[in-house]
């Protein structure tokens, strides 16, 4: 090259420039950042219900004992919103723990990559190295929104029913203090029922709005990163994940 020639601009053979494939990477870079803490919330927020639940447990179980050996009568609160109640607590502990070890992000290179990315670029049919790990990023990216998706569910869950539990019990205290009839009881548990059910529905679909119809390609739709994707997506890899899918 000679001294008084222009240097020419570092390019894939795609065309990717330099310029463009740092704006990009910094930008996938953030993007898988802000999916790894927010699954770290989830997982803290997971496994402090857990420790809360068990500790309320324990309570309960000491208490009891202690009732037992006195002459107070337990029998009005054992009633149905008790029980509904202490079975919804029971549930979202266990689902506080399938959150907590569902986790499983992806990103990175190991060993074979980098031997891959090596052969490639001293072998016969050369590959962009930039490109390919742009690609690497998109796939991740994808791949931990779907993660997240089901961990958003499992925790939106895991809280609802807490609420719901101790909604119940409330309740149940103040049936088992008062003591109404049957009918009233009966009358009332499904009213509860009710309410508690259309408001859990609400809350568990409110989170979401979909994004502002484009008609142009100047912007990117983005990443959810707090919800990762859709509920009705979110269920899908949910499904998969219990099938136990095997899928690389």
Do not use: C
């Amino acid at each position: 090259m000679d001294d008084g020639e222009p240097a020419e601009t570092s390019t894939s053979p795609a065309g990717i420039s330099q310029d463009t494939f740092e704006l990009a990477r910094e930008e996938l870079q953030r993007t898988f950042e802000y999916q790894v803490q927010r699954l770290r919330e989830i997982d803290a927020k997971a496994i402090e219900i857990l420790k809360a639940n068990l500790l309320l447990f324990g309570l309960v179980v000491t208490g009891g004992s202690i009732f037992v050996q006195t002459a107070i009568t337990i029998e009005p609160f054992l009633n149905v919103f008790i029980l509904v109640g202490v079975g919804l607590l029971l549930l979202s502990t266990a689902l506080a723990g399938i959150t907590y070890t569902s986790s499983n992000l992806r990103g990175g290179l190991d060993a074979q990559d980098i031997e891959r990315a090596i052969a490639a670029e001293y072998g016969e049919h050369t590959r962009d190295f930039r490109e390919q790990l742009l690609r690497s990023y998109a796939q991740w990216i994808e791949y931990n929104a779907r993660m997240t998706a089901v961990n958003d569910i499992l925790a939106t869950v895991t809280v609802l029913l807490v609420i719901v539990a101790f909604a119940y019990i409330g309740v149940g205290l103040v049936v088992g203090i008062v003591a109404p009839g049957t009918l009233v009881t009966a009358a009332v548990f499904v009213g509860q029922t009710a309410v508690l059910g259309w408001l859990t529905r609400l809350i568990y679909h409110m989170d979401h709005l979909a994004p502002p119809p484009t008609e142009t390609i100047e912007t990117f739709d983005g990443v959810m990163i707090s919800k990762g994707a859709s509920r009705e997506e979110g269920l899908v890899a949910l499904w998969e994940m219990l099938r136990g899918s095997n899928e690389e």
